[in-house]
């Protein structure tokens, strides 16, 4: 049964709420919804109080435990570590009470205070994103230059050393704490549901859709449509199926509430109304309900977005792509490093896997291809081989078991690969020959994956890919690899294109780490 309603209009039933996709086609009239508060609190604190989204508090309650005991840890450990860990502290041979007070409580409780300065503790920043470390780094050299400035202003003879042990030791145990804090969060929202935002999506059907795909696409990120109210009204919607109840012309406090959110997304072209997002905004105040806005600009990270209010109008000014520069230098320079000393030590992890190869089928080590690479240059891609050697002549009688789509061939269970080649491949060894084309420059550790020079022109948007060099790895292997539509992967691709940076590329190592030890989408 449909889930459009009007003002007069409420659901039909409740039973089907709990069905994945729900089908538009009908409503039925009720009573009109009576008039949501608007205004401004009487309290800011009770507002405070009032929020309906609370999973960030005991989170907060327990970095802040997590955080004080790293310092304490990181400054038990440089006393242990260094002979003259009280040097400087007046009397402290004798009586060590001011030394313990300042290592053991004052010092771990002024980190918390410049975390806390610096909003490392921000629920917006919690959870998802490079944002919390970057604060807690921020905070991290603030509380080196506040310690260096007290020594300096009371001329206290500090011992460099452990000082800087236990600044180090303290940042370096803060942001594992919150490594594992944030994967704890993660597999409570992914395996449970909770500790999230549910969300009831305004606009209209298409643009709450797109909204819908994008926010769901990482059940990481704990953000969940409960509901969508469309703008266009009802009729917009009927005969469309959708995973969530739509709903037309309700007051949208009230929506909330019956639903049981916590957050508006107002999506779109909705948002483009200045004097209703206002009155919005307004009709919010002390209801404890959140409010965040998804403009049209899709696929475009946030570094690059820029509010300037001109004259009381919000304007986003998009910054260009930076394809050039220091940091793309910086970026080549880590790619040659890196790729230089991953051969030096890999030495015997390829004489070990050559050996393999030429015990389970005769022929060459190693597989050569022909790959487009940056600006549309061709370039042989370097890979250990995983099939028989007579994969190619196999494959024009395998091409209508494709299980994907796009450029790309792919079977999960092709027969052409010999067995230490389906090892190869799950444990992602068989692309370390490609640090060769990553040491020659021709590719980059991180990058959009290369394809087949031989799978006709690179047109339309696909192209743009070609603006960085390919990688070994990239959105696509963290977020899929094989599992993903050609579509899919070519949006990561551009996404990465048009919004790389060091931070990102460091992000997507790490991350690469996980997906090849649990052989997700390798085949």
């Known amino acids: 049964m449909g889930e459009v309603t009007t003002s007069l209009q409420r659901p039909v039933t409740n039973t089907g709420r709990s069905q994945l996709v729900r089908h538009v086609d009908s409503f039925e009239i009720q009573p009109p919804t009576p008039p ?106 603030a509380v080196a230059a506040t310690v260096s400035f007290i020594a300096f202003a009371t001329k206290t003879d500090l011992s460099r050393y452990t000082v800087g042990f236990a600044l180090l030791g303290a940042l370096v145990l803060i942001l594992f704490g919150r490594i594992l804090a944030r994967f704890t969060l993660h597999a409570v929202r992914r395996r449970v549901g909770q500790a999230g935002h549910r969300m009831v999506l305004v606009g209209t059907l298409p643009e709450c859709l797109e909204v819908y795909t994008a926010v769901t696409r990482n059940p990481s990120a704990g953000l969940v449509p409960v509901a969508i109210h469309i703008t266009d009204g009802y009729a917009a919607a009927r005969g469309i199926q959708t995973p969530v109840p739509v709903y037309a012309g309700r007051d949208v406090l009230a929506l909330v509430r019956e639903v049981g959110g916590d957050t508006i997304a107002v999506c779109g072209s909705a948002s483009a109304e200045p004097g209703e997002l206002r009155r919005l905004a307004w009709q919010l105040e002390g209801s404890g309900v959140d409010l965040v806005v998804a403009p049209q600009l899709t696929d475009i990270a946030g570094p690059r977005v820029h509010i300037r209010p001109i004259e009381g109008l919000p304007l986003l000014h998009v910054e260009e792509p930076t394809l050039s520069g220091p940091a793309l230098l910086a970026k080549n320079l880590m790619d040659r490093v890196a790729a230089g000393l991953g051969l030096l030590l890999l030495v015997p992890v390829f004489l070990a896997i050559g050996v393999a190869i030429r015990l389970s089928d005769p022929g060459p080590v190693f597989f050569r291809q022909p790959r487009v690479g940056h600006e549309g240059r061709t370039f042989r891609v370097w890979k250990f081989r995983t099939m028989y050697v007579d994969a190619e002549d196999r494959l024009a009688g395998l091409v209508d078991q494709n299980e994907t789509d796009g450029m790309l061939f792919k079977m999960k269970h092709d027969p052409r690969v010999f067995p230490v080649g389906r090892f190869l491949r799950a444990s992602s060894l068989d692309e370390l020959p490609q640090l060769i084309n990553v040491l020659w420059g021709e590719m980059s550790l991180v990058g959009p994956r290369p394809l087949p020079a031989d799978d006709g022109d690179f047109l339309g948007d696909v192209r743009r890919r070609l603006l960085v060099r390919p990688g070994m790895t990239g959105l696509w292997q963290v977020s899929g690899r094989s599992d993903l539509s050609w579509d899919e992967a070519v949006r990561l691709d551009l996404y990465y294109v048009d919004n790389w940076s060091l931070a990102y590329d460091l992000s997507i190592l790490w991350r690469t780490v996980g997906v090849v030890l649990a052989r997700k989408g390798a085949y």
């Not at 009397?91 to 975390?115: C, S």
Request: proline share 5%; net charge positive.
């Open 36 to 141: 949501s508060h608007n205004g401004v609190p009487r309290s800011a604190w009770a507002r405070a109080r009032r929020r309906v989204s609370r999973w960030h508090r005991p989170y907060t309650a327990a970095l802040l435990l997590v955080d004080f005991l790293a310092v304490v840890l990181a400054d038990w450990a440089a006393q242990e570590a260094f002979g003259q860990a009280r040097a400087g502290f007046y009397n402290a041979q004798e009586d060590p009470t001011w030394f313990y007070t300042v290592a053991f409580l004052l010092l771990p409780l002024g980190w918390l205070v410049i975390l806390w300065g610096n909003r490392a503790y921000d629920r917006r920043y919690m959870g998802l994103g490079p944002d919390e470390f970057k604060r807690v780094i921020r905070a991290g050299v």
